[in-house]
Nanobody
């Protein structure tokens, strides 16, 4: 089993900066990838960024050039650095880990990001 705890959300103004963290514990060796997704009420859940165990990284077009995903292996934590935030980035952000053996999904509890104009 893998446990994920996400943190770092908050309220910022247009153009502001936040850094989200997804701390993993438990059977870390089972993790193939960690991705950040977001969902705002009334909208579809959107993949924001992801990183695999072999450092393949992907971003949604809407965040390219503004968001950066990174990993601190020593801390078992994946970060999402969010710069130049826009009101459209407002959502609850979830981190998700994929089990490399079972393809089971593990979820963090979500952290809310609100960007005011």
């Amino acid at each position: 089993q893998v446990q994920l705890v996400s943190s770092g959300g908050g309220l910022v103004q247009l153009g502001g900066v936040l850094r989200l963290a997804c701390a993993a514990s438990g059977s870390i060796f089972r993790i193939y990838s960690i991705v950040w997704l977001r969902q705002d009420p009334g909208k579809q859940r959107e993949l924001v960024a992801g990183i695999t165990s072999d450092d393949y990284i992907q971003y949604a077009d809407s965040v390219k050039g503004r968001f950066t995903i990174s990993r601190d292996t020593a801390k078992n934590t994946v970060y999402l650095q969010m710069n130049s935030l826009k009101p459209d980035d407002t959502a609850v952000y979830y981190c998700n880990a994929k089990d490399k053996h079972t393809w089971l999904d593990y979820w963090g509890q979500g952290t809310k990001v609100t960007v005011s104009s």
